[in-house]
């Protein structure tokens, strides 16, 4: 089976940094799609930033400028480097992943992901 397992996520002040990061495994091949995913409490769910097999790379307007998201397959992890965090950045993350059937047309937050994992905690203050 396929798991998504994020770490990294915790308190910080305005102005810094955290990187998230979500260790995959269970694939029989690389993933086509993954991203990152956040909601805050009494908020919609929002799509943060995603990730093709090829590299391309695609994020919310705000977070663009300040979040990276980065893919490192010889390990099988998946990151989130999170630069100059204000207090709307606070919300529980999840890491996402495409279950190996077309998804949508668009690598993006539009794009059906079948694997969801149990999130990380980021509180800005």
């Known amino acids: 089976d396929v798991q998504l397992v994020e770490s990294g996520g915790g308190s910080v002040q305005a102005g810094g940094s955290l990187r998230l990061s979500c260790a995959v495994s269970?694939?029989?091949?690389?993933?086509?799609?993954m991203g990152w995913f956040r909601q805050a409490p009494g908020k919609e769910r929002e799509g943060v930033a995603a990730i093709d097999s090829d590299g391309k790379t695609g994020y919310t307007d705000s977070v663009k400028g300040r979040f990276t998201i980065s893919q490192d397959n010889s390990k099988n992890t998946l990151y989130l480097h999170m630069n100059s965090l204000k207090s709307e950045d606070t919300a529980m993350y999840y890491c996402?992943?495409?279950?190996?059937?077309?998804?949508?047309?668009?690598?993006?937050?539009?794009?059906?992901?079948?694997?969801w994992g149990q999130g990380t905690q980021v509180t800005v203050s």
């Open positions: 269970g694939y029989t091949r690389s993933p086509y799609c």
């Open positions: 996402v992943a495409d279950g190996g059937k077309y998804g949508g047309p668009y690598c993006d937050s539009s794009y059906e992901f079948a694997y």
